[in-house]
């Protein structure tokens, strides 16, 4: 089985993508119902999604006017649908315009129309047709446990049904965490003597014993997803991976790196709980168990489901609970303060004015020092000093209290 595809892309060149007139362009416009404007524009925020250089977006234009439409058998086991869901929320295109018109989705159990015997025909023939050549997407995790009899299709255990699948696919895609390692249902209950999930749920890559890619996330960020796919249908390859299988594109930098809420945490203003006045007024949420600081992800540089900016758990005001990152999402309390991977400090938000005076000069003089490279003792001084933060931001808005009531008298 190729499970990478080999191939070059045709880069194109930026006259011919500026060349709006020509006769794929206007073809595409017709079959994604989509001005040509707007579908280079999309094809231009893929190719920076996968961190290609300028003027890629010609070939990513090209591949997707093709419409090579390689066939995708998506399978869906333990889980809630949320992958699914989510890509449903993606407007540019709608999940329904890059499934009829880029690839062809041959079985999907929740969007197909067929059922029983005939769902299960649409597979194998699919199947057939495509041997060596269509993707095998995975949503849900795998149970293990009692041979695999917790999740059954027309009479198939999960783990058949994915090793068959898997047997002659281009490339397998683990979609959502729980397909990734396990996720949510792999949860390993607070029962004494409990070691594994009540199903032993496992992700893709366990149950083939190799790897594959994975898009983590609960759900994951459907645009992660759609590079991928993008990036598959332009150089007939799937994007450079991690360890865990994740694009690099996507997951190579902690979401604290980028996080709107950053500047607050430089300057030692945190939400302490959530509807206080730090909560309120948009305050770090680390203290509230924002696993940030130990998440890879994107989250925080591309928003979900163009619902508009800031929308994000950290946007919306709840901590990230680490869904992308195995071993902190779904296994770490909520209440758990973050692990602090490093201490750099952010790539793209200016440090706010800093009122509170010492305590946060601390915590600011601890992110400058790990830049200079002295990471490890910044890190040690940073975590401490966020107790010495709050101490301080408690006296400030004492002192606040106090001066207000001052001004009150006064008055
Ligand atoms: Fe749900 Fe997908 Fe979470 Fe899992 O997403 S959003 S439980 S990652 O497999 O449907
Ligand atoms: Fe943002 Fe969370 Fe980091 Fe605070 S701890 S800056 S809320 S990612
Ligand atoms: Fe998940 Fe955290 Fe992003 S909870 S969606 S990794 S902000």
């Not at 594959?212 to 332009?234: D, E, K, Q, R, S």
Request: net charge neutral.
């Amino acid at each position: 089985m190729a499970w990478l595809l080999e191939g070059t892309a045709d880069m194109g060149n930026m006259n011919d993508i500026f060349d709006t007139s020509r006769k794929t362009l206007q073809d595409v416009e017709k079959r994604l119902e989509m001005p040509r404007r707007e579908f280079l524009q999309f094809c231009a925020t893929l190719a920076a999604t996968m961190g290609l250089p300028a003027g890629a977006e010609a070939a990513v234009a090209k591949a997707v006017e093709a419409a090579k439409r390689p066939s995708v058998i998506w399978l869906h086991f333990q889980e809630c649908t949320g992958c699914s869901e989510s890509l449903l929320r993606a407007e540019h295109p709608t999940l329904e315009k890059l499934i009829l018109d880029v690839i062809s989705l041959d079985y999907h159990e929740t969007l197909m129309a067929a059922a029983g015997h005939q769902a299960e025909a649409a597979r194998k023939a699919a199947m057939k047709a495509n041997k060596g050549k269509y993707v095998l997407v995975v949503e849900g995790a795998i149970p293990t446990k009692a041979n695999g009899i917790y999740c059954k299709i027309g009479g198939q255990t999960a783990i058949d049904m994915v090793k068959e699948c898997a047997a002659d696919a281009a490339a397998v895609i683990a979609i959502g965490s729980c397909a990734s390692w396990g996720g949510m249902p792999s949860t390993i209950p607070s029962i004494s003597g409990a070691d594994s999930s009540p199903t032993g749920s496992a992700g893709v890559a366990e149950i083939l014993g190799k790897p594959v890619m994975t898009i983590p996330g609960c759900p994951p960020n459907p645009y992660n997803f759609l590079a991928a796919v993008v990036h598959f249908l332009t150089f007939g390859k799937l994007p450079e991976l991690d360890k865990l299988g994740r694009p690099k594109f996507a997951y190579s930098r902690l979401i604290h790196e980028n996080c709107e809420r950053r500047a607050h945490f430089d300057a030692g203003r945190f939400a302490m709980e959530f509807g206080d006045s730090g909560h309120r007024q948009g305050y770090c949420l680390y203290k509230l168990g924002c696993k940030g600081p130990e998440t890879y992800a994107n989250c925080s540089t591309l928003g979900f489901g163009d619902a508009g900016e800031n929308n994000w758990p950290v946007g919306c005001g709840h901590p990230c609970i680490g869904c992308t990152e195995k071993g902190v999402g779904f296994t770490k309390p909520i209440h758990q303060v973050a692990k602090m991977l490093n201490v750099a400090p952010p790539l793209q938000y200016p440090r706010i004015v800093e009122e509170q005076g010492k305590a946060a000069s601390f915590a600011s003089a601890a992110a400058v020092a790990a830049v200079a490279g002295a990471a490890a003792g910044a890190a040690v001084m940073l975590t401490r000093n966020l107790g010495l933060s709050h101490a301080a931001e408690e006296a400030e808005r004492a002192k606040a209290a106090g001066k207000s009531a001052d001004d009150k008298a006064g008055a």
